[in-house]
């Protein structure tokens, strides 16, 4: 596990700027008709439909190996499942692919990454990759847009929607997993893990004590 953080770390600190990615062919549109994060763009919607309420300067990995990483400042649409780039004060998207993104915040990096399928996950969507062994634990956040009418009113009110679900996928096979010892202990079938979350006083309610149990024990 070591030596993929030290990996992450090295991709973020070696990836292009923006201005190079350019430069090495990577084409950015932002003609509005090509952006479907603007679409909804004049209705009236309550909520917050981006991962982030502010734009992230993050590293950018791209499905199609010949193009190098880069970084741009980015946010990303969970309701569109779309990333936005920041191009010269406009938003703009990358016609090119992304496999995956990697934000660092302090000592802490967060991956993001889709092609997972199955369980409700949709292979367009963006997942937090919490641990990446022979188990991989994601966390999906997910922004719906929910339309309600209010009482003697006969305009209908939308707002934005969140909801959080987690997955274990071993073997390209993914199950949802609820955050609770019986769930966990069920799916993981292990005496040792078991053992280690007693050890440890682990609370697997929380999604930090359930990755240090899976790259720890279930390796």
């Given at each position: ?8 770390c ?24 090509l952006?479907?994060s603007l ?5 009236e919607?309550?909520g917050n439909p ?24 980015i946010k990303?649409?969970?309701?569109a499942?779309e990333i936005l780039?920041k191009?010269?004060g406009q938003?703009?998207?990358f016609?090119?692919d ?27 969507a963006?997942?937090?990759v ?21 009482y ?8 934005v ?9 071993k073997?390209g ?9 019986k769930?966990i202990?069920?799916y993981l079938n292990s005496p040792?893990?078991e ?17 240090s149990?899976?790259?720890?024990v279930?390796k």
């Amino acid at each position: 596990m070591k030596n993929k953080l030290l990996l992450l770390c090295l991709i973020f600190f070696t990836s292009m700027s923006y201005g190079q990615g350019i430069n090495q062919g990577l084409r950015v549109s932002s003609d509005p008709a090509l952006i479907r994060s603007l679409s909804s763009a004049g209705e009236e919607i309550t909520g917050n439909p981006f991962l982030f309420d502010d734009w992230k300067n993050v590293t950018i990995i791209f499905t199609d190996g010949s193009f190098q990483n880069m970084q741009a400042d980015i946010k990303y649409n969970l309701i569109a499942h779309e990333i936005l780039v920041k191009i010269n004060g406009q938003d703009g998207v990358f016609r090119e692919d992304i496999k995956e993104f990697i934000l660092k915040e302090g000592e802490k990096i967060h991956v993001y990454r889709k092609g997972f399928t199955g369980s409700g996950l949709r292979n367009n969507a963006f997942v937090e990759v919490l641990a990446d062994g022979s188990i991989i634990f994601l966390k999906q956040t997910e922004k719906i847009i929910i339309e309600s009418k209010g009482y003697n009113t006969a305009g209908v009110e939308k707002k934005v929607g969140e909801s959080i679900r987690y997955y274990f996928v071993k073997d390209g096979v993914v199950k949802e997993i609820k955050l609770n010892e019986k769930a966990i202990f069920e799916y993981l079938n292990s005496p040792e893990a078991e053992a280690y979350v007693k050890a440890n006083k682990l609370n697997l309610k929380k999604e930090s004590d359930v990755a240090s149990l899976l790259r720890n024990v279930i390796k």
